[in-house]
Structures are given as C-alpha cells and as structure tokens.
C-alpha cells in the first residue's frame, strides 16, 4: 500500500480542527514583530537614539545572552534582536504543540486506529500533521514579511525575518515528529520535544551570554540562535536557512524510519511493568496527586534549576560605566528594570521563569479537568473521598508547585551568580527573594485556572489564554506603550522588582487575596456542578 | 424492609436532550436488581445521580434512605461501583490502581483480591495504558467486587469481557448474592440479567416502563404459539388476545396475551389439535417489544 495514501484529506482534517487555534497562534506571533518595528518607529526616532541603545546592549552580556546580540542599529536591526528569540520560541512551541497533538495524542486515544483502519497509509497521518504545521509556519513567514514591509523596513531583512519564523516551523515541527515516535503517551512526547526546545534556547542563552569567554559557538549548535546569526536588517546571511532545512530533514527522516519500524500505538520505547501492588503512600487523594504530578513537578524544577544557572552564569560582567548614564538607565528601565543593570537583568529573566512557574500552575490545576474529561475523577468521587479533598490534592500542586520551581531557578541563578562575583550567600538570597516575589502573581493564574473550572469547565483554556496575553503584556507591553490600564491587567505587572530599599507589601497582599478568592470561588462551584 | 435504593419520579434534562422523565426504580436489600434499556435510555445518569455525581431536576433518589447529594461521602463507603468504561492512569499499574480504590472506599480484601486476581486471571503489573479494554474492566471489577461494601453498582460490567469472564463474573456475582450483597446491575446482555437477577426494571426514554421479577413481567406479556389442527383455522380473527395471526393452510403462529391464555387454548381445542409449540417470552422478546412497539400504559 502506499505510504502516503489519504494524506490529503488528513491534511484538510487537521487543518479543520486547527483552524482557530493555528489562526490565534498565527496572529499573535504577526503582531509581535510587527507591533514591536511601529514601536520602535516611534520610540528612537533618531539614528542617536537607535545607536546608543544597540551600543548599550552590545556591552551588556547580560542582555546579549537573554535576547541575542544586535548586529546593527536600524529598526529592523533593533526589532530582530528584541522579539526575535523570544518569537523563534514561540514558533516553535506552535509546532511541537501542533504536531504532538496530530500524531501521538491521536495514537494513544486509540482515534488512530479507526483513522488507520480506512485507506490511509503508514505514513499519513505523521506527513500529514507536519503539512499543516510546515504550512502554519509559511504562511506567518509570509504574514511577518509583508507586515515588516508594509511597516517601511527593508525587503531583504523581512523576507529574512519571515524565513527565519517558518524555519523555526520546520525544525520544531520535525522534532515533534520524532519525539511523537519515541513514547507511547502524548505528555511523555510533549516533554521530549519541549525538552529539545529549552534545550535548543539555553544553548542560545549560553552562547550569545558567553561570547566573551569563547563560547559562542554553543549558539551556533541551537536552532534558535540560528535565528539571530541569520541576521535579518543586517547584512541577512541566506545560507543560515540551510542548516534549518538539513537539520529538519535529518530529523523527519528519523521521524519516519521509526514509524515505518514500530507498531500503530507502540512507542520505540518499551513500556515498563511495576508492582503488582500498591505502596503504603499510595492509599489517599493526596498519594495518588503525587503520583500523577511528581514526574512533572520534577521535570519542571530540573528545568528550570538549569534556565537558573545559565540565567545566573551569564549575569556577570554588566559595566558599571553605563548604568552611570542616565540616558542609558531610562532605556533599561524599559526592559524590565529600575535599578542596576543586573537587577534589570535578573527582573526580566525571573519574569519569564515566573511565567513558566504560572504556566505549571496552570496545568496542575486544569489536570483536575483533564481527570474529569477523561473518567478517572469519577472512580475517586465515588469512594469515600469528598470533592474538596480531591480538588485539594491537585491545587496543592498547582499552589506548592510553582514555589519550588521558582525557588529552584532562584537558587541556581543565585548561585552562579554569586560563585562568578564571589559572594555566593548575598547573591544567592537576593536572586532567591527576587524569584519568590513572584509567587502572588503566579497563584492569580492558577486562580483564574480554578474559577473556570468550578464555574466554566467548558472554558478551561481560556486560562491558556490569560498566560499568554501576560507573557505579552510582560515582554511587550512597555515598547508597545500599551496604557497603564492595560499593563495593570497582568498580575505580574503589580510584583514589586527587588532588590529594593523599601519593599511595597500592598500589592502582593492584593494578589494573594485576588488569587484566594478565586481558588475559593472555583471550589465552591465544584462542589455544586454536576460532573462531566 | 429497608429500600436499599428508592427513586420516585426523577427528571434531569441536558440542555435541550431529556434524560429523564419520571423515572422511578426500587431495589430491595439483598437483591440483585437488572436494570434494563436500550441506549440512551437513563440508566447511566440515573445511576450518576445514586452516586451524587450529578444532580437531579426533580424527583427523590434515596440510598440507604440519605440523599445521595448531601451524603455522598458517607454512602460511598457502603458502596463500590464499576463504569461501563472504564479508563485507568497511565502511569499506575492494574494492581496499584485495584489497591488505591479499595483505600479510597476504606478497605479492601487481600484474600478476596488475591482469589479475584486469579479467577479473572488479570496480571495487575501492567501499567495502564499496557491494559486492553477487557482487561481495563477487570481491574474495575477487581477492586469493585474485592471490597467489602454492602451495595454494587454496575453500570454494564461484562462489556468486553470474554465469555469464559463473563461466566467468572457470573459466578462471582451469585457468590456475593449468598453473603446478602445488594446488586445493581445496568447490562444489555439478557442471557446475564436472566441468570442472576431477583428483579427487573426496564427502562425507555427515560422512564420505567415495567418493573417486577422475570416470572410477573412474563405474566404481562405474550405467548408464542405455534399449532397444527384438523380443521381449517377459523374464528381466531379478531379474537380478543390474539396478535400477530398468521394462517397457512392448517397450521397456525400467533401471539396471544398471558392472561387471555385459556380462552384462546380452549378454542383451538375445539378445532382439534395435532400439535402445539407454545413458550413462554424470552427476555429478548419482551426487551424488544418495549424497545420497539410504543408504550402502552398500565
């Protein structure tokens, strides 16, 4: 039988299902760069302006290995470097989603089975989830392109910038593939993937941060750095694309020889058998929470212990000489800081952990719907375990959960930080203080999560949604010049940047409150709606 | 008696889609209680409301004579249920999962398990994902049947058991009908409410249709008779009783009221009788008569 046969109409299937989120992902990631090019428009409306800012920049490891080196001073220039990464990411966490979702989550429901049983060949539904995920990232190079155009930059630099999204598509979309092939369940392939991204960005981080001490060669081995070395508004180097495209082929090729080998809802990797009974911790909610979420409470803490220390590694070496500048310092104030360059640093990096914190809480709270949707809340709520019991043992997660992890990544970036300058104890306490700060906002997501789920269980993503219009409003909201109002919106908006001489305690006592009524307004709906 | 179960004109919609519509059901203790249907009839959200899983719009359900809302967790210790399809966590394995429901309900068998272990010959250190769905039900079954709880609920149990499981079952259930546990049984396969259930409810678009033991709701329905006489059949059209006439030559088929019996069986003696089949409903055709004639009340 042919390999391919019914890829077509599986590729207009998953483009149906798709339609509205790939539309939501697509917009927002043409806005970005685009929004981000008007700002600057306006912003440094000067060649002075626009120099000093990427002059500052390139002195400042710190920042280098955050959002990548500026390679010159032009719009276009200055748009790459600050949303350039942080868009590549993006792209690719599209992709791994996409592709995930269209390959093993499939298998492992069993849907591709009665999808198998019809004329659709081996290699279909894998061609066919890469089609339209290639195909989503085309068609945003395009978008971004001729939106940068529109926007008066250089054709040469959009295209670039375009190519450098859809290139992003590519290697991630193939990635997926083959971690789609590697583990029978979905979140265990999701995890790989998502994996191979963080990894993908540290390396970037690591490399750009670490140009001065040689080793921005590392930058060279991450897909994502390849994005900043193709130099879009700078003098593009087109051949760049090449290793996306080889890179991409040689992992759709392993994507495929290993579908071609294993069985329809096999993974490469063998399932493992385990005890034939339960262990003493295993007899409550509680036990049964840790169960369920411990493997990923680790994943997530390792991961971000590491983000922490390279994060923390290349946070030394941030020149006194500029922050002495005034100019320079309202320029900083921009990206995410008020005092010192390395308090700057360490707010927008730990901004970012924190929204990787929330998005943990988010997911631990919603596991609580996953569990409701899949049946297995059912068999617990008609033992002897009351639905509030139940609910608590999965936000303990979701409220303990993002504590260790940002205090993990506090500790490690601490840590680093303080061996390079040598004052490991000082450093590791601020960073850590800095790092837990944020808890408050972080519980106002998993809050939002909660509320939807007691009053709106239908809704549950919407909380997806709340994440990333935060991410957005973090990242973006202060070039934008988005109103005050706006920015309020994002609880992290509200986390007062340490280390500061006096601390505001008011608006975290708000957070905590804002978050607590919400927890309590989802549990008490819980308890009153039927089950699904 | 206590009722163990008593449910008196339940109604619950879904938007639009009435599930219910004045359902009632009594199940007495120590009984094992068919709950027939054809799909989408209510039987499961009926049973979703006994576990306070789901409200009810109206009506009044009592378990063990307590709400099943307000009291859930008290009544769930009293109680072990198995869903029609069942899905375990991936990440734990038959045996773990059989341990951790039995803590949950707050005790479980080790001897029980161990024997159920083997009668169902279920190995419980796969992990879940591992498990077909037959045997996905066994663990169900396993940790629902292992407990030590006075009411089951079973909400279609052998789906997808193979038919020598389904006779462990079988046995499993009369086993536990002797230590005086209360059955509830929601099943389509007749052959098995046959087997083990005291008493019957059939259900149909959400309301109780008819409700007795096997032998009562034999009593209200139909003979097949089947007859070959000496003379030409004659006087049976429209004769009260008689459904479903067919006449070729001297032999005839028909199906005739239980309670219009004599009457009818007198006639044909009078026509002289050479042979006669008569049996009494099957449960499929009594199943199939409420499933597609419309309902006649009374």
Request: proline share 4%.
């Amino acid at each position: 039988m042919n390999g391919l046969a019914g890829t077509g109409s599986l590729v207009g299937f998953i483009a149906r299902r798709e339609r509205v989120r790939l539309a939501v992902w697509i917009l927002i990631l043409t806005v970005l760069p685009i929004g981000t090019a008007r700002a600057f428009l306006g912003l440094y409306a000067t060649d002075q302006a626009r120099e000093q800012l990427a002059r500052t920049v390139a002195s400042n490891p710190a920042m280098v290995g955050l959002l990548g080196p500026v390679y010159g001073s032009t719009i276009g220039a200055l748009t790459a470097w600050r949303v350039g990464t942080l868009g590549a990411l993006l792209v690719g966490l599209m992709a791994v989603l996409t592709v995930i979702r269209h390959t093993r989550e499939e298998e492992e429901t069993g849907r591709r089975e009665l999808i198998g049983s019809t004329v659709v060949g081996r290699q279909a539904p894998l061609t066919a989830a890469l089609t339209v995920t290639v195909g989503a990232g085309l068609i945003l190079g395009l978008l971004v392109a001729g939106g940068l155009m529109g926007t008066g930059l250089p054709v040469g630099g959009a295209v670039a910038f375009g190519a450098g999204f859809a290139a992003a598509a590519l290697v991630f979309a193939g990635l997926a593939g083959l971690a789609a092939q590697l583990t029978e369940g979905a979140g265990a392939a999701r995890g790989v993937a998502i994996t191979g991204l963080g990894g993908a960005f540290l390396l970037r981080v690591a490399g750009d941060g670490g140009e001065a001490s040689g080793l921005s060669w590392l930058a060279w081995l991450s897909p994502l750095g390849w994005f900043t070395r193709l130099r879009a508004f700078a003098g593009e180097r087109w051949w760049v694309l090449l290793l996306s495209a080889g890179l991409a082929g040689l992992l759709v090729l392993a994507g495929y020889g290993l579908a071609a080998r294993r069985d329809v809802g096999a993974g490469v990797l063998e399932p493992r058998i385990g005890p034939g009974s339960a262990s003493r911790g295993l007899g409550s909610p509680t036990g049964l929470a840790w169960r369920l979420h411990r493997g990923s409470l680790l994943g997530w803490g390792i991961g971000l212990a590491v983000v922490g220390a390279v994060f923390g590694s290349v946070a030394d070496g941030i020149g006194e000489l500029i922050a002495d500048n005034p100019q320079m310092a309202v320029i900083f104030e921009r990206l995410g800081g008020e005092r010192g360059l390395t308090d700057a640093f360490f707010s927008a990096a730990l901004g970012i952990v924190a929204v990787v914190a929330a998005a943990f809480a988010v997911r631990a709270a919603l596991r609580m719907r996953v569990e409701e949707e899949a049946g297995r809340a059912e068999p617990v709520l008609v033992t002897a375990t009351p639905r509030l019991r139940w609910a608590g043992s999965h936000l303990a997660f979701a409220i303990l959960g993002p504590v260790v992890i940002l205090a993990a990544a506090g500790v490690t970036a601490g840590a680093t930080f303080g061996a390079i300058t040598g004052d490991v104890g000082g450093r590791t306490l601020s960073v850590l203080g800095a790092a837990l700060i944020q808890i408050p906002a972080v519980w106002v997501l998993g809050g939002v999560a909660t509320a939807l789920f007691g009053l709106f269980p239908r809704f549950t993503a919407l909380s997806w949604a709340a994440l990333v219009a935060c991410l957005l409003l973090g990242q973006l909201g202060e070039i934008l010049q988005l109103p005050r109002w706006a920015l309020n919106l994002s609880p992290f908006t509200h986390i007062p940047r340490l280390p500061a001489p006096d601390l505001e305690l008011t608006p975290l006592i708000w957070l905590v409150g804002i978050a607590a009524a919400m927890f309590a307004a989802g549990l008490a709906a819980f308890r009153r709606r039927d089950l699904d | 008696m206590e009722s163990v179960i008593s449910i008196v004109g339940l109604d619950k919609s879904f938007g639009q889609t009435r599930a219910l519509d004045g359902l009632d059901l009594h199940v007495e203790r120590g009984e094992v209680h068919g709950f027939l249907g054809p799909n989408g009839a209510g039987k499961t959200t009926t049973i979703r409301i006994l576990l306070g899983l789901i409200r009810a719009d109206r009506g009044e359900a009592r378990l063990f004579s307590r709400d099943p809302w307000n009291d859930a967790t008290e009544l769930h210790r009293r109680l072990a249920y198995v869903p029609g399809d069942v899905t375990l966590w991936a990440n734990l394995t038959g045996g773990e999962v059989i341990d951790l429901l039995g803590r949950l309900r707050g005790g479980l068998d080790p001897v029980k398990r161990k024997d159920l272990l083997e009668r169902f010959d279920l190995d419980p250190t796969k992990k879940g994902r591992a498990y077909s769905k037959g045997n996905r039900q066994k663990v169900a079954l396993v940790a629902a049947l292992a407990s030590d709880v006075e009411l089951l609920i079973l909400d279609e149990p052998t789906a997808g058991l193979d038919p020598l499981m389904e006779a462990e079952f079988r046995a499993v259930i009369n086993e536990d009908r002797h230590d005086g546990r209360t059955v509830l049984l929601a099943s389509h396969i007749l052959a098995e409410v046959e087997a083990l259930c005291d008493r019957i409810s059939i259900v149909r678009e959400g309301r109780t249709v008819e409700s007795g033991t096997l032998a009562q709701l034999r009593h209200l329905t139909r003979t097949t008779i089947a007859a070959d006489l000496e003379a030409t059949p004659a006087g049976l059209v429209g004769l009260p009783g008689v459904h479903d006439l067919k006449v070729t030559d001297h032999r005839v088929e028909m199906e005739v009221d239980s309670d219009r019996l004599g009457e009818v069986l007198s006639h044909l003696a009078d026509l002289g009788i050479r042979g006669l089949v008569s049996h009494p409903p099957t449960l499929e055709e009594l199943f199939m008569r409420h499933y597609r004639d419309e309902v006649v009340p009374g």
